[in-house]
């Protein structure tokens, strides 16, 4: 077992969960580190292949290169997936799945693993007035069962974004 799954649970689930030693396996690859996106501008991170492959729709697979892709965060932005090189981006629309920076419907997953998505959220607050997620989520990922490098679009541990939304939520649920 790794660094990282010996973590307690309740470190993990407040998003200790160093993955840069643990499940993030960043591919060692000459690119710089970060790349602006040929949209919005937004300088961006190296996401792995694996990600792409695993989530871009099939029809869109073709379009793959073999060159480093970055990830785009910017909301705005409906660039998902680009290279700094000149080959095709992929937008919103070629990706099989909802990106949620990208993306404000309820039905769209914060944690893709485990598919919590906002209305899930938002429906256990509702009526417990609190969020299992991330406790959940943490003892998946400590049993090992977590797949983020190639289910969340973003290539990385969704735990940053679910215990912010958890927060947004509980405060907008109590407003
Ligand atoms: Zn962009």
Redesign the pocket.
Known sequence: MNACCAQPLDAIAAGQHHEESCCLVTEKTPAPAKAA??????L?RKIQRRTLEHLLKPEKLGSLRRVQYYY?K?PT???VY?SNENVPFFTTDDVAVKVFVKDQGDDVPVCYCFNWTRARIKQEIRETKKSTAAMEIAREIKAGNCACDIKNPKGECCLGEVNTFVKDAASAATA
């Open positions: 996106c040929p949209a919005s501008g937004t961006s785009c910017e932005c409906n660039v680009f």
